[in-house]
């Protein structure tokens, strides 16, 4: 089994629209993730598009394509980027049930690299809902550090929630 990662071209941003526009209710609320401020496909599409052109020091945000055997079966954000500094990752398995089988860890694994080399960071934060034990376990293996668990509005797709701070860095 081959797992590899790679930053996701602008014809496969689909999968990313898929995953949320497809996803229960449930599935988002465990995720933290509020369905009203999911953008439309096209505005997400173009936003993205407009996104992928620039410097990676302007990017708001980097997406790597998680694939094993060449197959896409998950894929990684990054933002709140600071170059040279800091950003913020996120972890996702697409299908139910390719989940809790050993593969998140290792692709959360080469994500890191991947952000630290491209982005010649210092730390990379990740904030997991934290009732969400899925995330919370897999950055604990892959190396990540728990800092604190705060109140917070995460990220851009997010609800005011409680969340885990993990951290690594090099
Ligand atoms: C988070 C995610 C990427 C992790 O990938 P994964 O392939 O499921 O994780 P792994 O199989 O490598 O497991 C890593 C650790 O987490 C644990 N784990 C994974 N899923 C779990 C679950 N549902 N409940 C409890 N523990 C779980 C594993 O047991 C393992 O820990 P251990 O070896 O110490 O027992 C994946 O579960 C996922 O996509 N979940 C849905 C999306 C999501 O919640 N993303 C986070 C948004 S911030």
Not at 58 to 84: E, H, N, T, Y
Not at 90 to 102: F, Q
Not at 106 to 118: H, P, Q
Request: hydrophobic share 40%; proline share 5%.
């Amino acid at each position: 089994m081959s797992l590899t990662v790679r930053e996701l071209e602008i014809t496969e941003f689909d999968l990313v629209l898929d995953y949320f526009h497809d996803a229960t209710p449930e599935f988002l609320e465990s995720m933290g993730v509020d369905p009203t401020r999911i953008p439309d496909r096209q505005s997400w599409r173009e936003r993205f598009r407009g996104d992928s052109a620039l410097p990676v020091s302007q990017r708001s945000a980097i997406v790597l394509l998680w694939l094993m055997d060449g197959r896409p079966v998950g894929f990684s954000s990054c933002d709140k980027i600071k170059v040279g500094e800091r950003a913020n990752m996120h972890l996702h398995i697409l299908a139910p049930d390719g989940r809790n089988k050993g593969i998140g860890t290792e692709f959360v694994r080469k994500s890191v690299d991947y952000y630290f080399d491209k982005l010649q960071l210092k730390t990379l934060f990740c904030e997991p809902n934290a009732f969400n034990v899925a995330p919370n376990r897999t950055l604990q293996k892959a190396g990540f550090k728990y800092l604190k668990t705060h109140m917070t509005v995460p990220g851009s797709l997010s609800y005011h929630q409680a969340v885990n701070r993990w951290a690594i860095s090099r």
